[in-house]
């Protein structure tokens, strides 16, 4: 039987810090409602709707959800976010971020 996993939706908020999930048992959804990250994500599915930002400052690893826009995400120079595209509807590949990060959807 699966675990319930836990879900976190952020409305109007701009927040610095890490979004990490490190229960092995639940998952973490995160949605983004007219809301911005400054931080890492790990090991959760993340939307942003078209008011939204995510900058990563650190490697991150994801599962991206609808709604999803490519240019909604950034990443500092030399950070990685590896992310399986889950029903966003994002292109498969590596694509350079204009902070100088990379974004490697699977």
């Known amino acids: 039987?699966?675990?319930?996993?836990?879900?976190?939706?952020?409305?109007?908020?701009?927040?610095?810090?890490?979004?990490?999930?490190?229960?092995?048992?639940?998952?973490l959804t995160v949605a983004f409602v007219n809301s911005t990250l400054e931080g890492r994500i790990h090991d959760a599915t993340l939307s942003l709707d078209e008011r939204s930002r995510w900058v990563a400052t650190a490697d991150s690893k994801v599962t991206l959800a609808?709604?999803?826009?490519?240019?909604?995400?950034?990443?500092r120079s030399g950070v990685t976010i590896e992310a399986a595209a889950g029903n966003s509807g994002a292109p498969h590949g590596r694509h350079a971020l204009p902070g100088g990060g990379t974004l490697l959807v699977q």
């Open 1 to 27: 039987m699966a675990v319930p996993g836990t879900r976190a939706h952020l409305r109007q908020t701009r927040l610095q810090g890490n979004v990490l999930n490190l229960d092995t048992e639940r998952a």
């Open 66 to 75: 609808a709604p999803f826009d490519i240019t909604r995400v950034d990443a």
